[in-house]
């Protein structure tokens, strides 16, 4: 057994019975990983170990996303590879995970809620009838793991479609989908995009949400080799801090855009 897995493991804090959604970069755990094992890292070691810390009535969920097809580029559900890292890749490829079916923001799900996740059929990517969604109402453990806020927490736009942001709209993508069964058709999603007439900069000041839930102790922040960095809040209760980020304080701690500081 791997001392480094087990410290990620300590360090992670998973319960029985959790609901949790993991971001992450792994990079820098698989070059330490191999410092101290000479061997490469199996990310299924630590997915293993995730299944078996949340055990039966836990639910494990990864992004998988790809934006391919808001170029117009075929999705199919089989064959599309995640753009979200190794452990989500991983994931796909194993028998006991499920992909869900938005061919933007899919997810790769595992234990007691994988099935109804699997029959979400929502249009947009941040709806409330979304993954994301779910999470929400499920107060979801949030880990990120060896990037920030900034790379790893899409939930932050979930609540900025949820309550209505002026930099953002609604915006229609596209292309030919094939289903899991080999099934193809032309299918319309949607995404809450950057308005681009506003000079929306997004992913630079996310961080500073982190920090306020961790002033709040709401969050928590650890490191793995003294150098891997975690990040761990429960969704549901984020989202009143950046709902209110987002009403009262003109989204300043999600993204920048013009108009911003106005009046």
């Not at 170990?49 to 808001?70: H, M, S």
């Not at 609604?170 to 000079?199: I, P, W």
């Amino acid at each position: 057994m791997s001392r480094l897995i087990d410290e990620l493991l300590d360090k992670m804090e998973l319960y029985p019975g959790a609901v949790v959604q993991i971001a992450s970069d792994m990079t820098a755990f698989a070059y330490q990983y191999y410092l101290e094992e000479k061997s490469p890292l199996d990310i299924n070691q630590i997915l293993d170990r995730i299944i078996e810390a949340v055990g039966k009535e836990g639910t494990l969920i990864l992004p998988a996303y790809n934006w391919d097809f808001c170029k117009g580029i075929p999705f199919d559900y089989n064959t599309t590879p995640c753009k979200t890292g190794a452990m989500s890749a991983a994931a796909l490829k194993r028998n006991d995970f499920k992909r869900t079916h938005h061919p933007i923001y899919s997810y790769a799900v595992h234990g007691k809620d994988a099935e109804l996740l699997y029959h979400f059929n929502n249009i947009s990517s941040f709806g409330s009838d979304s993954v994301l969604g779910y999470l929400h109402k499920k107060n979801a453990y949030n880990i990120i793991i060896g990037i920030d806020y900034n790379k790893g927490f899409t939930f932050a736009h979930y609540v900025e479609e949820q309550v209505g942001v002026k930099y953002r709209y609604q915006k229609n993508f596209t292309a030919q989908y094939t289903d899991e069964f080999g099934n193809s058709e032309e299918r319309t999603y949607q995404m809450y995009v950057r308005d681009l007439d506003l000079d929306v900069i997004s992913g630079t000041r996310t961080q500073l949400l982190g920090k306020r839930f961790e002033e709040l102790g709401l969050a928590k922040t650890a490191y793995v080799a003294d150098k891997i960095q975690l990040h761990m809040v429960h969704l549901g209760d984020a989202y009143p801090i950046i709902e209110d980020d987002i009403v009262n304080n003109r989204s300043r701690k999600i993204c920048e855009y013009k108009g911003q500081d106005d009046e």
